[in-house]
């Protein structure tokens, strides 16, 4: 995927205007929150250069009774690779503490070193910056009008996290749920995650935003997203129950062994249907292997 320095505003398609939805496509919504005691940026995108144009949008509502926060829903690039914008300006930017650590790892490091080599005009400068005001559960913003209740929804990285607001009954889901599904990167993630949607849909939030999916899916997207893996535990339970194992060689193709195609795990409309090709293949096997492995008790 070759990225851009592009941000721009999404049209509100109805939900509360406290709440401004920024994109740099195609890859990524972040969110403005606009309360009486805070401008709050959710997610800095992917470096310094969109980071300032967040800043830039979110700048008219600051004023001297109103200071701006800076949030990481996890520390995944497109999430928190502009937070180096923010720390200049020494802007409190808050995330859970298991994010810390993910800054120095090596495996975002590498990525980072190949992203730069391919694309140096978008991530030349970047230094991983972490979040400098930590949580480790739960975290609730006061914003006056409005009350911002961090959680930890944890399962798509270890560090993720979720915002509620329950006076307009929105919930900003981030990477928790999205189309056509949310990635799950371990075995152990995988029941975790599920875990996570289960409470995000037990908010029943009127407005739900996401940073992988149009923003017209609404509450619904959390419904798919559950029935998606419902029907992964099923298709795997029968497919262990046949003999498959549960460790499948690596060339062996597992959408066929469990009998599960992409087509059937998703909701039977267009839109699931001409996602990127990514999902339709490889991501939907590595679920799969998941939670093959899952039910037979691998964790990895």
């Not at 739900?208 to 798919?224: F, K, N, R, S, W």
């Not at 549960?246 to 249907?273: K, R, S």
Request: proline share 8%.
């Amino acid at each position: 995927m070759s990225h851009s320095n592009s941000v721009e505003f999404v049209p509100n398609g109805g939900w509360d205007e406290r709440i401004l939805v920024c994109r740099n496509a195609p890859l990524v919504d972040t969110f403005i929150v606009v309360t009486q005691r805070y401008v709050v940026i959710v997610d800095t995108m992917i470096n310094e250069v969109t980071a300032e144009k967040l800043w830039e949008r979110a700048r008219p509502y600051l004023t001297p009774s109103r200071s701006l926060l800076v949030i990481n829903t996890h520390a995944d690039y497109d999430h928190s690779w502009g937070n180096q914008f923010f720390a200049a300006m020494n802007a409190p930017i808050i995330g859970r503490r298991a994010s810390v650590p993910i800054f120095s790892e090596p495996d975002p490091l590498s990525f980072l070193q190949r992203v730069q080599a391919e694309e140096p005009d978008i991530f030349g400068k970047v230094i991983p910056t972490p979040p400098t005001i930590l949580f480790d559960d739960k975290l609730t913003i006061d914003g006056g009008d409005l009350t911002l209740h961090l959680f930890a929804t944890p399962g798509h990285t270890v560090d993720h996290a979720s915002l509620y607001i329950p006076e307009i009954n929105t919930l900003l889901a981030a990477d928790a749920a999205e189309a056509p599904y949310p990635m799950a990167r371990t075995t152990d993630g995988l029941p975790a995650m599920r875990q996570s949607l289960a409470q995000l849909a037990a908010l029943n939030a009127a407005t739900v935003l996401y940073c992988h999916a149009p923003t017209t899916l609404g509450a619904q997207l959390l419904q798919d997203n559950i029935a998606y893996f419902d029907k992964l535990d099923v298709a795997c339970r029968a497919a262990l129950a046949r003999g498959v194992p549960a460790n499948p060689p690596e060339d062996a193709d597992v959408i066929e062994l469990v009998g599960l195609p992409y087509a059937q795990a998703v909701p039977p409309i267009d839109m699931w249907q001409n996602i990127h090709e990514y999902y339709r293949t490889h991501g939907h096997t590595a679920q799969l292997r998941m939670m093959l492995a899952s039910l037979a008790g691998i964790g990895a």
